[in-house]
């Protein structure tokens, strides 16, 4: 199988949520000298955007952006080794939670799902997470965006929070918020950078927002 | 008619002059209200350990707090969340707030048995298992109802309770969790022969799902339940459309914005709660409900602002005095 056709099939594999098809083509495809970046950038990445196209236009349910996520993953384990050896492969370094007082993750957990198909490496703080931790988080693991999700009206005022403590701090990377009650408006008020209305929207928004950088 | 009578009218669809009757999923606040924690946000972990007269205290203490709220807030169903949950406590719990009642309020608790909304932690397997594992999934689905049929035979039994709120969340603001068609699969067969079973017993049935159900309204109706609950506007239900498309078959309970009761002025309270009210009292079948729940940290007054639009405007003309 050529490099071209190996990318192909791996994008088709990482869309139809075929982990199994996916772990033997990065296998297969490393076995035939293809770098693990482009493996990366040219067969799984562009299968996971096409599943956020996909999701975005209402195409896709979130079960299916999971299993794709989860084949795409099982890629990257059999490329992890070269892949570390190149951080350039990936976009960023991105800090994840939410905030302070919310106990819900599904949000979360699916725009983290997103990030890592967008290529971003993501530390996952969780729920309930307070704003000291996203600062200490940022600056320890040297992030460059901090994202932050919330599901009540009662708890988002708390990411109001979390943007002064990181501006305080001197954060100089993206904070990006979302989650059911927020809005634009309510991002531009507590000077969010990004605000993104879904989960594959925030992967877009961030990743287009670091390439401007 | 008592509360209770009106409560299971509006189920039935049955034509109903007078207050609309009211019901919340839950009603978070008891400590703002009655200066007591509600029942399900206790842990007992020396129940057995305490002695029968103190359980008995517990006991009378909950039973008591539910029928409070149901009479201060003009409720004329309550959920009960027993606490400790086994059987014994249950039916302790069902025949102290009917003492407490005079019967007159209706019961109904938790009783789904259908898959719903996995939480993050389980969201990524428990979708992997829909494609991997079909086979294990659909007989899973199928054991978990024939479990939950099982309890409601006994709680038949004992008697007391009027009916089930089945509480799995199917669907997020932007639409149904499952495509249509795996829904068709994994959920609504089993969420039908849930609520035949529950019917057969004898209990009443209200289908409970936050977020937008329009994509797959036709497979909630066809399950059959008595009432569905939510008709979230946060998720885009919309309760006129929904009086056109379902009063026929069900009978309606919620669109009241909770989002608004947090966030929203006084007037766009009272504005939605007109709303659900103006159109709801088209329907055959309608009960006054907020949108999820009164929920902590909601505030108590506007709870009790739009209560105040359901006893002004929420009441429909006795056709014997109607000339």
């Known amino acids: 199988m050529s490099a071209e056709e190996i990318f192909e099939k791996l994008k088709k594999s990482v869309i139809g949520g075929k982990r199994k098809d996916v772990a033997a083509l990065c296998t297969e495809g490393k076995g035939a000298g293809i770098a693990g970046k482009d493996l990366l950038t040219k067969g799984l990445l562009p299968g996971m955007e096409e599943v956020g196209r996909r999701f975005r236009c209402e195409e896709f349910y979130i079960p299916e952006v999971l299993v794709a996520a989860r084949a795409m993953h099982a890629g990257l384990e059999i490329l992890r080794d070269e892949l570390e050896k190149q951080p350039a492969a990936q976009v960023g370094k991105v800090v994840i939670g939410t905030v302070e007082g919310d106990l819900h993750d599904i949000g979360k957990n699916l725009v983290a799902m997103m990030f890592t198909g967008a290529g971003f490496e993501v530390v996952d703080l969780g729920i309930d997470v307070p704003a000291n931790r996203f600062v200490e988080a940022a600056k320890e693991r040297g992030a460059q965006a901090v994202a932050m999700s919330a599901l009540l009206t009662t708890t988002m005022v708390n990411m109001e929070k979390v943007v002064a403590e990181l501006r305080k701090a001197q954060f100089k990377g993206k904070i990006i918020i979302g989650g059911a009650p927020v809005t634009k408006e309510f991002a531009d008020k507590i000077g969010a950078d990004l605000y993104a209305a879904d989960a594959s929207e925030g992967a877009e928004s961030l990743r287009a927002a670091m390439a401007a950088a | ?323």
Not at chain 2, 9 to 30: I, K, M, Q, S
Not at chain 2, 89 to 113: C, K, P, Q, W, Y
Not at chain 2, 222 to 249: I, W, Y
Not at chain 2, 279 to 290: D, N
Request: hydrophobic share 40%; charged share 25%; proline share 6%.
């Open chain 2, 1 to 323: 008619m008592t509360p209770r009578e009106r409560f299971l009218a509006a189920l039935e669809r049955r034509p109903l002059p007078g207050r609309v009757p009211h019901f919340e999923l839950v009603f978070y606040l008891t400590m703002e209200a009655f200066g007591k924690v509600h029942p399900s946000q206790r842990t007992y972990k020396q129940w057995k350990q305490m002695s029968e007269t103190e359980r008995q205290l517990h006991r009378d203490e909950m039973a008591q707090l539910y029928a409070q709220t149901a009479e201060r807030f003009g409720q004329d169903a309550v959920m009960l969340h027993p606490n400790p949950s086994d059987d014994d406590e249950l039916f302790r719990l069902i025949d102290n707030v009917n003492e407490r009642t005079g019967r007159s309020v209706a019961l109904v608790m938790h009783g789904d048995a259908t898959y719903g909304i996995p939480d993050g932690e389980r969201m990524t397997e428990f979708s992997m298992r829909l494609y991997e594992e079909p086979d294990a999934m659909k007989a899973e689905a199928a054991a978990r109802v024939e479990r939950a049929l099982k309890k409601g035979e006994r709680i038949k039994a004992h008697g007391g309770l009027d009916g089930f709120a089945l509480c799995s969340d199917y669907c997020l603001n932007t639409g149904p969790f499952l495509r249509p068609a795996m829904f068709a699969e994994f959920v609504a067969p089993y969420l039908k022969q849930l609520v035949a079973g529950y019917r057969e017993q004898g209990f009443y049935v209200i289908k409970h799902t936050d977020g937008n159900i329009m994509p797959i309204l036709d497979q909630l109706l066809d399950a059959n339940p008595h009432a569905l609950h939510s008709l979230d506007p946060q998720a885009g239900v919309d309760m006129a459309e929904m009086v056109r498309l379902a009063a026929g078959k069900v009978c309606l309970i919620g669109n009241v914005n909770c989002g608004l009761l947090d966030t929203g002025t006084e007037e766009e309270c009272v504005e939605s709660a007109r709303y659900a009210l103006k159109h709801g009292m088209k329907a055959p079948g309608y009960v006054f409900s907020t949108s999820n729940c009164i929920y902590t940290g909601m505030r108590l007054s506007r709870y009790e602002l739009i209560l105040d639009v359901l006893r002004k405007e929420g009441v429909r003309p006795d056709p014997a005095t109607v000339r």
